[in-house]
């Protein structure tokens, strides 16, 4: 049997989310219609004897506990939240908590982050690290070079698979297989975690340069990190196999990337569940539209946009790579292109609110000309006014013409 466990983080690492994450926890932000870590809990599910996905994190349980109850019955899987009470790095909540992740005695445990999308292979990942006997199998996937280095990297071995070498962010180019995210262990390798943190404190060298205030302490037991503390020195060591994922992935860092992310789930639905794309002449591309919105026949829409329960969307408006969110009211021939329109917003008529598509990881902060327009809860545009690649708190009222801003 097998048990899901997904790395969750907490508040502190959604700022990047502002606005939307004033409303909603990052890792529920709605992508094709769906919270984000639906996605993977789905995938988990759909694993032959997947006992119990467990989410680590160091969120307040009850921001979480709705959507645990619904989706746990929806897709008939157990669902438990397990609260770090401090923040204990990618390793160390798995280490901690190992004897309630072990209970059951599952065979394999995979481990996802939540803030990543892809195909989630579970199955194939599974077959190739049995296959491989080693105790750990990462997910990697080969990048353009010049993104890689913002990333885990990874070398390995083409003929068995190995992982050989490991580098977290390094500086200079080491390889453009990166991590994924996405793991499968073997219990064992929870002792060997438990092996290399006694290594890291009886050494009393510190590799956790992160905290130099712990460093100057010695090492912190309890925060441990999965990258740097367990892969670099378990890397040529027979342990560990790399599982070559050919397929769509990316890093949900900041709330446009939604948009992003939303195509390529869209994307995999036309292929995997084409029933939940909506069909009509009306219609362009990949488009999903709550049963409970009302969208005038004369709108166009798509391809790739979500519309959300009790939208409206008026005559003649246009609707192109976006996400238009719950109770939002979109008015007659407005236009609205790559944004995220957040709850209960309201677009006036004729007005044009876009967003300028970068579809090129990291690049966003390097040009800031570039972005998806997005709307935080309430935020109302006036009619025929243009707003382009902006961010707009919740509940601002938009009188003017605004460009390249942030408006608080
Ligand atoms: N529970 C818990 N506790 N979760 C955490 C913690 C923690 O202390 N710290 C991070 N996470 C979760 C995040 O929510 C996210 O899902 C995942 O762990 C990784 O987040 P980051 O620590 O921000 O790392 P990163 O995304 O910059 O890089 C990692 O992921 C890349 C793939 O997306 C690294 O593992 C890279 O090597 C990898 O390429
Ligand atoms: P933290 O680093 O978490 O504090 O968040 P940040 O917003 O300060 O940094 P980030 O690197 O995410 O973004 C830098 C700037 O790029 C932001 O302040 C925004 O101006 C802009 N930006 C980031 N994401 C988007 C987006 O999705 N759309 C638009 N229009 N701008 C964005």
Redesign the pocket.
């Known amino acids: 049997s097998s048990k899901t466990v997904i790395l969750v983080g907490g508040p502190s690492k959604g700022?990047?989310f502002?606005p939307l994450s004033l409303d909603i926890p990052k890792l529920l932000f709605p992508i094709a219609g769906k919270p984000m870590i639906y996605h993977h809990i789905e995938a988990a599910a759909k694993v032959p004897e997947m006992k119990e996905i467990i989410l680590i994190g160091f969120f307040k349980e009850t921001v979480l506990r709705k959507f645990i109850e619904e989706t746990s019955k929806q897709l008939n899987i157990s669902i438990r939240y397990i609260n770090e009470d401090k923040v204990l790095g990618t390793a160390g909540g798995l280490f901690s908590f190992r004897e309630q992740i072990l209970e059951g005695s599952p065979k394999n445990i995979f481990v996802l982050h939540s803030d990543i999308c892809c195909a989630f292979p579970l199955k194939d990942l599974l077959d190739f690290h049995n296959q491989h006997g080693r105790i750990c199998t990462i997910m990697g996937t080969e990048i353009e070079s010049k993104y890689a280095n913002q990333y885990g990297c990874l070398v390995r071995d083409e003929k068995t698979a190995e992982l050989l070498h490991y580098a977290e962010k390094p500086e200079t180019f080491v390889s453009n297989l990166i991590n994924c995210g996405v793991y499968v262990f073997s219990p064992q390798f929870f002792d060997v975690m438990g092996k290399t943190m006694v290594d890291l404190r009886t050494s009393g060298q510190n590799i956790n340069t992160d905290y130099p205030e712990i460093t100057r302490k010695g090492f912190d037991s309890e925060r441990l990190r999965l990258e740097q503390d367990i892969f670099v020195p378990l890397a040529g060591t027979g342990t560990i196999s790399v599982f070559p994922y050919i397929g769509f992935w990316r890093q949900i860092?900041?709330?446009?990337?939604s948009v992003y992310c939303q195509e390529l789930y869209l994307n995999h639905y036309a292929k995997t569940k084409p029933e939940v794309l909506k069909k009509a002449d009306n219609i362009i591309g990949n488009v999903i539209i709550d049963p409970t919105a009302s969208v005038d026949p004369t709108a166009l829409i798509g391809p790739d946009v979500y519309i959300g329960p009790n939208v409206k969307i008026g005559k003649g408006v246009r609707i192109i790579h976006s996400i238009v969110l719950d109770q939002t009211e979109i008015k007659d021939h407005a236009c609205v292109i790559y944004s995220i329109i957040g709850w209960q917003s309201l677009v006036g008529v004729w007005a044009r609110i876009e967003?300028i598509p970068n579809y090129t990881p990291f690049l966003?902060?390097q040009d800031?000309r570039k972005?998806?327009?997005?709307f935080g809860s309430g935020a109302q545009a006036n009619g025929e006014i243009i707003v382009s690649?902006?961010?707009v708190m919740p509940h601002k009222q938009l009188d003017r013409n605004y460009n390249n801003e942030?408006i608080l």
């Open positions: 700022t990047r502002r860092k900041n709330a446009g990337a967003g966003y902060s800031k972005g998806v327009t997005i690649n902006c961010i942030i």
